[in-house]
């Protein structure tokens, strides 16, 4: 059933939170016992944040509206963005969807376990907090082996959004989990860092055609030669309705400097270049989110390389540790270089694109 530990475990981190003050977060080893813990306190109506292959989840059942209510305060969330439910079996999946079109068939039986939400038909036991007032429900199976054991041994469905502040980047290794919500939640499970590093790809299966609400890890391509049509990106427009995603209306991902997407190339180099040498002129401590084939040619504040450009999928694991990191070493002003929009490429530039409002220069 699993696709191997889709989280790789690193030594230090465990160590690491040692340091961190944990409140009245308890900080919970990933064993057998630990996850006897979490699940006990998910049981008893709290919240728990879990890894899992994209970034950290802040779990609670599903199914309680209570327990869920306390996932909205803790992460400061709008009551009207609704969570995606984490279910461990394809049997699970008639807890919570009241329809499983064929369409939907097809996708699980290539994509689940894995960073793939399904919209589907919502049964009437789930509640509506979950959901935000909406009589559909976002579904996903992860795939990662500490998660499904935690719903496993909860024995239902769990709600879990990023386990972040509301407006802030999603977190990707329990040390960051700590940094948005020490004290606010029960627990988190130390899991090392998340493999995948971006959200789930969201796919509305209850419009025809299929509508991809947020582009992930799952992409554009790969579900449209399952279906055997064209996915478009950029869905969650709004209708009569009210908006499909409603979460795409908030702020997103953003770290607390400004951010400019400038492009890519040799020319763009020198762009930022000038840029910081500019900002840095008027007193700004100035960052550049960078790649590992280009960090060397700058001179900036920070330079951060978030991954490889010609493995984008480290940059996508790189992506959110990057922002968090410009916000501790206080860069003010943050220039990125930009990204090809296809395959993963279309969730880094997503998630770039909201923080940095659309300000786009070169
Ligand atoms: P998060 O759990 O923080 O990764 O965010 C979940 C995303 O899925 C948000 O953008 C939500 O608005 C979106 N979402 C969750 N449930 C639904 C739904 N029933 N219909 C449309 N979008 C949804
Ligand atoms: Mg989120």
Known sequence: MEKGNECSTHGGLQQMNKHLSSGSTRVIPSTETGLQQASELIRSGETVAFPTETVYGLGANALDAQAVNKIFQAKGRPGDNPLIIHICSREQLS???????????????????GPLTLIL???PGVPLETTGGLQTVAVRFPAHPIAIE???MCGVPLAAPSANRSGKPSPTSAGHVLEDLQGRIAGVIDGGFCKVGVESSVLDLTVSPPALLRPGAV???????VLGVNIMAGGGVSNQDGPKAPGMKYAHYAPNGELYLVGHGQAEVETIKQLVRQDQAKGFKVGVLATAETAGLYEADVILACGRRDQLDTIAQGLYPALREFDKLGAQRIYAETYPTEGIGLAIMNRLT?????????
């Open 95 to 113: 807890l919570v969807a009241s329809e499983v079109p064929d369409e939907a068939v097809k996708l699980i039986d290539e994509f689940w376990p």
């Open 121 to 123: 038909p919502k049964q």
């Open 354 to 362: 909201k923080p940095a409002g659309g300000k786009r220069l070169g």
């Open 150 to 152: 935690l719903i496993k």
């Open 219 to 225: 992409t554009a391509e790969q579900i449209s030669a």
